[in-house]
C-alpha cells in the first residue's frame, strides 16, 4: 500500500475566467485563480510556501512559451506576481502537463519542504491558427511527419480513431451520444466555456472534420485561463474552509511508442494498462471502487482508450459503453461531470483534476454525483508523462 496514501490533500480549487482571446494576460488569470484558490482554503497568499506548474506551451503553434506572464507563467514568476517570493521554500517545474507537478507537490508537503503547495496551470489560445507548423526546418521526427501536414495532434490522434472504429465496426454515430451527453454536462457547469450552447447528434455528424474521422467536435477547446489547487497536509485541511479531497493514490506513465509513429491504438490502450496496474496495486483500490471518472479528453478518442485501459470494460468494448449511457450522470460510471477539457476548457487535465475535486467534496453543484466517495482523474494520452490519480472523500 502506498505510503502517502491520504495523507496530502486538496484543500482549496480556484478558476480565473475561462474564454478565448481574453482581453488580459495569462499572469492576471493566473493571479485570479490562486487568489480564488487560496479564498477556497481560506487562506492568505502570505501563508503559501510552494509553487509548481508545468509552464510551457506545446511545441506547436503561437510563440512557444517565449513570454513571462503573456503565454507562460512559470513558478519563478508567479511568487512575485504575489509578493510572497521571500516566503517560498520550494518550487516545481515540469514539462509532463501538470500531473508531475501535482505529483511532485504531494510529495514536498509530505517530506516537510512546504506547507501550503498551490500547483496550477495557465494556458493561451496564440494568434493564428493553433497547431500551425511555422519553421522552415524539419529535424528529427519532424522530417518525416511536417512535410507531409502530419505535424499537429489532431492528425495523429485520427489515426488511433480510425483505427478504433475500423478495428470494432463503429462509425461516428456511435460517437455521437457520448459528444452530446458530454455537452449536457458542461451545461451544469458555470465555468465551463460551451456552457450555454448545446449539442445535437446532427450537429456532431455535421461538424467540419479536421482529419477524417477526427472532427473539430472531437478537439478540445483551447482557451485562456488557469486552473489552481491548494494543497496541503490532510490534518492541516481538516482545519481549513472545505472539506478536503484526500489524495489516495497516484500513478506515472513511461509507456512509449515502439514505432516511429507518434501515438497508435495499441500504444495508448497498453499505456493506460501500465498506469492502471501501479494505480490498483498502490492504492489498494480497483475499477469498481471508482464512482466518477474525470477521463483526458484532449481528444475524444482518449475517453475510450482511457476507459478500457483502466479496466472499466473490456477493449473493444468503450463505445457501447458510452453509446447506451453508462457514463452520463446517472450512469453506471458517470464520466467527465464537468464536461472535460471537450466541453469545459482545455487546460492540460488541470479541470479534470479539479472536477474530481469538487465530487468527492460534494461541491458539484447540479452535475454532483449523489454519495460521490472516490474520484479517478487521468491525464494526458496514457503514454509517457500521463498518470492517473485517485481523490477520495474525507470520512
Same mark, same amino acid.
Given at each position: 500500500m502506498w505510503e502517502l496514501r491520504d495523507k496530502v490533500a486538496v484543500a482549496g480549487v480556484g478558476y480565473s475566467e475561462l474564454g478565448r482571446r481574453l482581453p488580459r494576460t495569462l499572469a492576471a488569470l493566473t493571479v485570479e485563480a490562486c487568489d480564488r484558490a487560496l479564498a477556497d482554503a481560506g487562506l492568505e497568499r502570505s501563508d503559501v510556501d510552494g509553487v509548481a506548474t508545468s509552464p510551457s506551451m506545446p511545441r506547436y503553434g503561437g510563440t512557444k512559451g517565449t513570454g513571462e506572464g503573456i503565454d507562460v507563467v512559470t513558478p519563478y514568476h508567479l511568487p512575485q506576481l504575489l509578493g510572497i517570493t521571500p516566503g517560498i521554500t520550494w518550487t516545481g517545474s515540469t514539462n509532463g502537463m501538470v500531473t508531475q507537478s501535482l505529483m511532485d507537490a504531494a510529495m514536498a508537503i509530505h517530506s516537510g519542504a512546504c506547507t501550503h503547495a498551490? /500547483?496550477?496551470?495557465?494556458?493561451? /489560445?496564440?494568434? *493564428?491558427?493553433?497547431v500551425n507548423y511555422d519553421s522552415m526546418v524539419a529535424a528529427g521526427p519532424d522530417q518525416f511527419q511536417a512535410p507531409f501536414g502530419f505535424s499537429n495532434p489532431p492528425a495523429w490522434a485520427a489515426t488511433v480513431l480510425r483505427r478504433y472504429l475500423d478495428l470494432n465496426g463503429f462509425t461516428r454515430a456511435d460517437l455521437a451520444p457520448f459528444l452530446v451527453a458530454n455537452r449536457d454536462n458542461a451545461q451544469k457547469n458555470p465555468h465551463a466555456y460551451w456552457? *450555454?450552447?448545446?449539442?445535437? &447528434?446532427?450537429?456532431?455528424?455535421?461538424?467540419?472534420?479536421? &482529419?477524417?474521422?477526427m472532427s473539430i467536435l472531437d478537439c478540445d477547446i483551447p482557451v485562456d485561463g488557469a486552473v489552481a489547487l491548494l494543497l496541503t497536509s490532510t490534518e492541516r485541511a481538516r482545519d481549513l474552509q472545505q472539506p478536503p479531497a484526500l489524495l489516495t493514490g497516484f500513478a506515472a506513465g513511461t509507456h512509449t511508442a515502439p514505432t516511429g509513429a507518434v501515438m497508435t491504438l495499441e500504444a495508448l490502450v497498453e499505456g493506460a494498462e501500465q498506469i492502471a496496474q501501479t494505480l490498483w496495486r498502490t492504492s489498494g483500490l480497483g475499477p469498481s471502487d471508482i464512482d466518477n471518472a474525470q477521463l483526458y479528453d484532449g481528444f475524444s478518442v482518449f475517453v475510450y482508450t482511457w476507459l478500457e485501459g483502466m479496466g472499466f470494460v473490456g477493449r473493444g468494448e468503450a463505445v457501447p459503453f458510452t453509446r447506451d449511457g453508462h457514463t452520463t450522470l446517472t450512469g453506471k460510471l458517470p464520466v467527465n461531470t464537468g464536461g472535460g477539457a471537450l466541453g469545459e476548457g482545455r487546460l492540460h487535465g488541470m479541470t479534470h483534476l479539479a472536477e474530481a475535486v469538487l465530487q468527492v467534496t460534494g461541491r458539484g453543484g447540479e452535475r454532483q454525483v449523489p454519495e460521490a466517495s472516490r474520484a479517478l482523474a487521468t491525464v494526458s494520452n496514457g503514454l509517457a508523462k500521463s498518470a492517473a490519480f485517485v481523490f477520495s472523500r474525507d470520512r
Open positions: 498551490l /500547483v496550477y496551470r495557465s494556458l493561451h /489560445v496564440p494568434k *493564428g491558427k493553433y456552457r *450555454g450552447r448545446t449539442l445535437s &447528434a446532427a450537429d456532431y455528424l455535421n461538424a467540419r472534420m479536421i &482529419a477524417d474521422p
